[in-house]
């Protein structure tokens, strides 16, 4: 972005900024448990402190500084509500954006879309609604409209999928279902989902030189 004429330090800062930074990984560790917690998955305190801890090093290596690095989920939000005091409203950028990311399901590709293509397009139709729905039980109406989104969505996708996660938690901790045996399925479902949204192409990927903390043992 410093590369680009329309782009104004003095207007909005440093583009790769402390304060975004840290906003960002704390996105992925406070944040990100609050919403598994409210779509009815059971956190455990130890899972919670693995949880910040990973993304406290991800922050690291991303270049936030050590004194902007927390432990917890609580120290995660007060922290994440500084930052947010530096944020302008939303303009008309925030919905492009907003409306942009809403669409990502419609970009997806599931191994089965040639075999059942209108299938393949109406199941797209479903995430992108469910997206939506989910989207609606974190944000107001105000909220939605200011990011582009329709305001007439209800949550019911998680009313009708949460309780369903609480009961199936419930029932493999009281049953101590084999964590090993989870794991995998949950690591299959995941790398599914990677292909359909990443699709098989190759990827270009950073290499880090030596000096790269990544490289420090």
């Known amino acids: 972005l410093q590369t680009r004429k329309e782009w104004d330090n003095n ?14 990984y704390l996105a992925f560790g406070s944040v990100l448990l609050l919403g598994v917690r409210l779509g009815g998955v059971i956190i455990t305190p130890h899972e919670s402190r693995a949880v910040m801890h990973l993304w406290k ?7 936030v ?23 302008s409203r939303p303009d008309w950028t925030s919905k492009e954006l907003g ?8 970009d997806r590709i599931y191994p089965w879309k040639n075999t059942f293509p ?27 409209s200011a990011l582009g989104l329709p305001a007439w969505v209800l949550p019911w996708y998680p009313a009708m999928t949460t ?11 009281a049953s101590r279902a084999d964590k090993r045996t989870l794991e995998k399925k949950g690591r299959e479902q995941q ?20 000096n790269h903390p990544a490289h420090i043992g």
Do not use: C
């Open 11 to 24: 207007e909005w800062g440093i583009p790769a900024n402390q304060t975004d930074m840290v906003a960002t």
């Open 57 to 63: 090093y991800a922050g690291w290596l991303m270049g």
């Open 65 to 87: 500084e050590e004194k902007w690095l927390v432990d917890s989920e609580m120290e995660g939000f007060r922290l994440l509500r500084h930052t947010q005091a530096t944020q």
């Open 99 to 106: 409306e942009a990311l809403s669409k990502e399901p419609f």
């Open 118 to 144: 209108r299938l393949h397009k109406l199941y797209l139709k479903y995430e992108y609604h469910s997206h939506l729905s989910l989207t609606r039980l974190f944000l107001s109406r105000e909220q939605m």
């Open 163 to 173: 309780p369903l996660r609480i009961a199936r938690g419930v029932y493999q901790r």
């Open 191 to 210: 790398i599914y989902r990677m292909k359909a949204v990443f699709g098989e192409r190759e990827h270009g990927i950073i290499q880090p030189d030596k």
